[in-house]
T-cell receptor, first 114, second 116 residues
Framework: DQQVKQNSPSLSVQEGRISILNCDYT??????FLWYKKYPAEGPTFLIS?????DKNEDGRFTVFLNKSAKHLSLHIVPSQPGDSAVYFC?????????????FGKGTLLTVNP | GAGVSQSPSNKVTEKGKDVELRCDPI?????LYWYRQSLGQGLEFLIY????????KSGLPSDRFSAERTGGSVSTLTIQRTQQEDSAVYLC??????????????FGPGTRLLVL
């Protein structure tokens, strides 16, 4: 039973355009969400996070939106650059109890074409 | 500064053999995590160490899996009597303290385990 779902295994966009990566979750206890980026043969690296008390968090070209009622979050990258090509993982946790346990989605492979 | 390192980077073993995977966390990080990523899947939590507290082993898939963290630093994940379904990338991460809330986990490059 997947609690964090990334339904698009891959996404291809043109350089300079917006990339939108989506993530859905089923566990309403989740209250903290993160996006990680992973290049081949490397470990995931933290990109951006959002707490459930917010609906938006922005960091440079990266913005994460959270829609709690829909249990949906999205990562926007604008403008997209070829170096953004990687696998993006959505992850979630909840502050009660074992808040260090991250539940990950399967990832979305983003390809940014020059 | 040095990041999280893992060894070996790749390991091929025969079914039934034991394997040991090593993780060197970032110096000063008190929390250490092991995850597993099977083909086509997301990262799956295995075990968590925080300081001198008892580890959270709730993610270990069977009693063939065990992990130690010696001296609050290096950790070893041991898989006994490996099975083909154990084939995966095993990732280690560390953080300054347990929990999220901005205390992000820094991942190593992983060990790719293939059980024949």
């Amino acid at each position: 039973d997947q609690q964090v779902k990334q339904n698009s295994p891959s996404l291809s966009v043109q350089e300079g355009r917006i990339s939108i990566l989506n993530c859905d979750y089923t566990n309403s206890m989740f209250d903290y969400f993160l996006w990680y980026k992973k290049y081949p043969a490397e470990g995931p690296t933290f990109l951006i996070s959002i707490s459930s008390i917010k609906d938006k968090n922005e960091d440079g070209r990266f913005t994460v939106f959270l829609n709690k009622s829909a249990k949906h979050l999205s990562l926007h990258i604008v403008p997209s650059q070829p170096g953004d090509s990687a696998v993006y993982f959505c992850a979630a946790s909840y502050s009660g109890g074992s808040n260090y346990k991250l539940t990950f989605g399967k990832g979305t492979l983003l390809t940014v074409n020059p | 500064g040095a990041g999280v390192s893992q060894s070996p980077s790749n390991k091929v073993t025969e079914k039934g053999k034991d394997v040991e995977l090593r993780c060197d966390p970032i110096s000063g990080h008190t929390a250490l995590y092991w995850y597993r990523q099977s083909l086509g899947q997301g990262l799956e939590f295995l075990i968590y160490f925080q300081g001198n507290s008892a580890p959270d082993k709730s993610g270990l898939p069977s009693d063939r899996f065990s992990a130690e963290r010696t001296g609050g630093s290096v950790s070893t994940l041991t898989i006994q009597r490996t099975q083909q379904e154990d084939s995966a990338v095993y990732l280690c991460a560390s953080s300054l303290a347990g929990g999220t809330g901005g205390k992000t986990q820094y991942f190593g490059p992983g060990t790719r385990l293939l059980v024949l």
